[in-house]
């Protein structure tokens, strides 16, 4: 903190009236101290920081702060208002103000600095310290930490206030020992001691750099007022270091005070939770602790957030290397494959509009005629080009985006589009994200000097990498990636007959193994990298469709059991049977899962045998799809579409035999027969009820 903040970035006397104002005139020291390059620049960053949330809190404190690309080093400027300035506190106008400036790349020391400025604001001695400091000089050294708040005003020291608190408990225990000592011999068992309430919280702001930490020392402090375990994740700028699954599994409620998405939200899911803006966690800390603690008692908990995301899964120390890699491949595929449907999707309508010669049409932009159909067509069809055009790129970016996280976007797109312009393509796009991470994550093990490090993430990192990236893309691996991205190619434009079909059972058995786990997504991206160029080949369009409709069958074959012998399934699977006709038609695996979980030896291979029989069929009777996904929807862009039907219809036929089969060789399962018995029950019980009509 020593080089943040100086007596001469202290302004004891501050006359500014206006927020904007106090903002300028600690700007203007910063300025002169050379720490900001241009005013207007960081006033403005400061300014549109400001329009996410207010920076005033309860207290009489203001902290306006930003990140920027005009700041040369991590800066805190403190001003101490008279009349006040109002900076949207909700209990008025504020009289101490901390003007925070962060680099653009500010690294982790010196934002884990900023951040335990922020925890010390919410200590009343502190506040009160600084408002009676009588120069620059002190208030400077009490925000370092270099001098304690006056004797008068200090805190309890934590070991003082430990003995103290070791004392008071020896006395207690000394006074009770008589009447424990009573009890014991009343009773032969004392009741054990109940357990605290037990809280974890998130918090998280828009910067990272001050709310962030202010909402996670308000709530501990709050927690320990009134007698709760609370445990704080806090997710800043400087990173954030994942509370122990143990922890989280002992809570008894969650708090989320945030501003941006809770990163892996799912973590706390089947709790009690309260869920606010970080401003609700500084300043109404005890009110959510009543709150959560209200909700326990009611038994009111949240569902799943819905799977995490690849990048935010793939942190875990304790995982094998090969876990790592298949999710850092998942990163860049499950960011790739919006591109692919948008583009695919955009192509196959473009076709459809304008006829298969659509691809020769002029541009747009030098012919579009708005009454004409071909127009459209071509318009359709460009737009698909260009989404295509990031396909290799994303893919690349984001692998190195999983193993890196932003450090790797940069090497990543730029290793990606390089793979377009030597023909590497898919593969290229693979081998460049690997390699973009891998150079990232070796430059950050570097021990890097501290006056380095906040240009490390904006100009050393992406050109260091980069330049190493490209360099063997070019040179070294390039040509041997195309050579064996053009012999897939050719690979598959010769499938014919008997391989073809096989191909298709194979990629069929893929796509229902694990619905929409790793085995599909492999089948799913293999087809897709088919048909992610501009004029894919016949052979990957029938690959294509033959991977969808393998896709649709599961979830349509459950609904189809449910349906015609419903006594074999609980009254909850009847229920989903019937989600899963619109699933299965829309493509969508998943559907299938909660069958899968409930009855995975019988449902699973049944599964299976039927998608295997579909994309056989698929690829014996060519059928052709262009467009990645959509299910029954894009039914009219296939090729031979009513064979195309047929082959869904015998797989999902066949896998409901075999379910409806395998089900029926065992017994009704208990919730079935009990559901419909009481529902034969109360049917009879009515009838005998029943009056009869005049």
Known sequence: MSDMITADLVDLDLSADTKEAAARALAERMVAQGRVTDLDGFLADVAAREAQMPTGLDGGIGIPHCRSAHVTEPTLAFGRSAAGIDFGAPDGPADLVFLIAAPAGADDAHLTILSSLARQLMNTEFTDALRSADDAAAAAALIRGEEAPKASEAPEPQGAAEGASGTAGAAEDSAAAPAAASAGAAADTPAPAARPFRVVAVTSCPTGIAHTYMAAESLENAGREAGVELVVETQGSAGFTRLDPAVIA?????????????RDKDRFAGKPTVDVGVKAGINRAAELITEVRG????????????PATPVERAGDSTEGYGTKLRKWLMSGVSYMVPFVAAGGLLIALGFAIGGYKINKAPSVMDHFVWTQTDSWGALLFQIGVVAFGFLVPVLAGYIAYGMADRPGLVPGFVGGAIALTINAGFLGGLAAGLIAGGVVMAIQKVAIPPALR??????VIPL???????????VVIGKPIAAAQKGMTDWLGGLTGTNAVLLGALLGLMMCFDLGGPVNKVAYTFATAGIAVTNPSDSAMKIMAAVMAA????????????????????????ENGK????????FISEGAIPF????????IPSAMVGGALTGALSMAFGATLRAPHGGIFVVPLIGNPFLYLIAIAAGVCVTTGLVVL???LRKPAPEATAADSAAGAAGAAGERKQPVAA
């Open 250 to 262: 002992a809570a008894d409620g969650v708090i989320f005070a945030h501003d941006v998405p809770v």
């Open 295 to 306: 909700k326990a008692e009611r038994g009111e908990v949240t569902a799943g957030a819905g």
């Open 454 to 459: 906040g240009v490390m993430p904006v100009v």
């Open 464 to 474: 260091i990498s980069s330049a190493v990236v490209g360099f063997l893309m070019f």
């Open 551 to 574: 896709g649709m069958v599961p979830p349509l074959a459950m609904a189809l059991a449910t349906t015609v012998r419903g006594r074999l399934f609980t009254r909850t699977e009847r």
């Open 579 to 586: 989600a899963a006709w619109v699933l299965g038609l829309s």
């Open 596 to 603: 899968a979980a409930a009855d995975p030896l019988r449902v």
């Open 662 to 664: 395998l089900k029926g």
